[in-house]
């Protein structure tokens, strides 16, 4: 069982940043894919960065590349999401998600464990 706690939403003006948080259950944090989901008020939830907790290797989806930076703190068991340039379509609930082992991927259903989301609003 993983658990995970995510932190860090708010409202903020387009061109803003935000830094997300996801904190994970110690015992397995070792051997894990962690991702940041994102779902918009009546669309489908959409895959946005992942971080395998083994390594230093990230993935991007193309709308958020090059603006959001994933990232780790090991000693402290938590993911990060970096979100700079923020604009009005990044508006979502994010979710943090984890899977066990090291083949990640940015489609939901592969992903097991869960937060419990947190807003992110940006307005233009």
């Known amino acids: 069982q993983v658990q995970l706690v995510e932190s860090g939403g708010g409202s903020v003006q387009a061109g803003g940043s935000l830094r997300l948080s996801c904190a994970a259950s110690?015992?397995?944090?070792?051997?894990?894919?962690v991702g940041w989901f994102r779902q918009a008020p009546g669309k489908a939830r959409e895959g946005v960065a992942y971080?395998?907790?083994?390594?230093?290797?990230?993935y991007y989806t193309d709308s958020v590349r090059g603006r959001f930076t994933i990232s780790q703190d090991n000693a402290k068991n938590t993911v990060y999401l970096q979100m700079n340039s923020l604009k009005p379509e990044d508006t979502a609930m994010y979710y943090c998600s984890a899977r066990v082992g090291w083949v990640c991927t940015l489609r939901d259903e592969d992903y097991k464990y869960w937060g419990q989301g947190t807003q992110v609003t940006v307005s233009s």
């Open positions: 971080i395998p907790t083994g390594d230093s290797s990230t």
């Open positions: 110690k015992n397995s944090y070792r051997s894990l894919c």
